[in-house]
């Protein structure tokens, strides 16, 4: 099985595993040293912005926030997509979007179609929500086929996030989706949206990554507001993580 995801720990996460005593002990500042700092922790966060109401200027803020600390990517909804696109360019942080969002029981079509939308626009990462509902009814054939139909829209150079949302689902059911989003040919699984009735967990996250090892990376996401909690999902096998909170995560003050 061919993974777009190259299977090295990425230069920020290195840094941070190597490094957490020393900065869970030092506040880093903003200048100088202790700026890039920031940008090599800031380098595995995906910067969120999903509420339903944020406006232009929330976009530009978050894109500004992402170039100043080195997200990896600003993530957002399809509709703004081509401003964050326009706002990251020639810049190291990526522009991602959701597909199928938040709910996943959009029909295939659609999803693949969102994915091809955003893709014009600009998207080169994109998360999409597996169709919950059709996982909990063992319809497996159905929710590989969803998944491999974003993927095949993705192209080859698209990277795409499945968002199991984890809290809906058994242990048994978490394995078998990462199982699918691995055979579907996905990048990443994730845990959560950040709107359903719970987040990230670092058991979840554990029990991911002892499924993909090797061939996926997996992203906590949903809740993460703190350094401390970053930190412990990194520990359990995180590669990336989503937040809204990612400047108080990399400053320190969650």
């Not at 030092?26 to 910067?47: A, F, L, P, Q, W």
């Not at 706002?87 to 979007?97: E, G, H, V």
């Not at 809906?168 to 199982?179: R, W």
Request: glycine share 10%; proline share 2%; net charge neutral.
């Amino acid at each position: 099985m061919e993974n777009k995801e190259n299977g090295n720990v990425s230069k920020g996460l290195s840094f941070l595993l190597n490094n957490v005593k020393i900065l869970g002990i030092n506040r880093v500042g903003t200048n100088g040293k202790d700026s890039e700092n920031y940008k090599e922790i800031g380098s595995i966060i995906d910067h969120t912005l999903l509420k339903p109401d944020a406006t232009e200027s929330d976009i530009k803020r978050v894109c500004e926030e992402a170039l100043i600390y080195g997200f990896a990517s600003v993530c957002v909804n399809p509709y703004w997509t081509k401003l964050v696109s326009r706002l990251l360019r020639n810049s190291s942080a990526k522009t991602c979007t959701v597909i199928g969002f938040p709910l996943g029981a959009n029909v295939p079509d659609v999803k693949a179609f969102e994915t091809r939308n955003a893709i014009i626009n600009g998207a080169e990462e994109v998360d999409m929500v597996i169709n919950i509902g059709a996982l909990k009814s063992e319809q497996y054939d159905k929710v590989k086929a969803d998944i491999e139909g974003v993927v095949k829209a993705s192209g080859p150079l698209v990277k795409v996030k499945v968002i199991l949302e984890t809290s809906y689902l058994t242990d048994e059911e978490k394995i078998k989706a990462s199982v699918l989003a691995m055979e579907a040919g996905a990048d990443f699984v994730k845990t959560s949206t950040g709107f359903g009735p719970a987040g990230a967990t670092a058991r979840d996250v554990a029990l991911m990554r002892k499924v993909v090892d090797g061939y996926l990376g997996v992203k906590a996401a949903g809740g993460i507001h703190s350094y401390e909690e970053a930190v412990e999902m990194i520990e359990a096998g995180a590669t990336r993580i989503g937040a809204s909170a990612s400047i108080e995560i990399v400053r320190k003050q969650g």
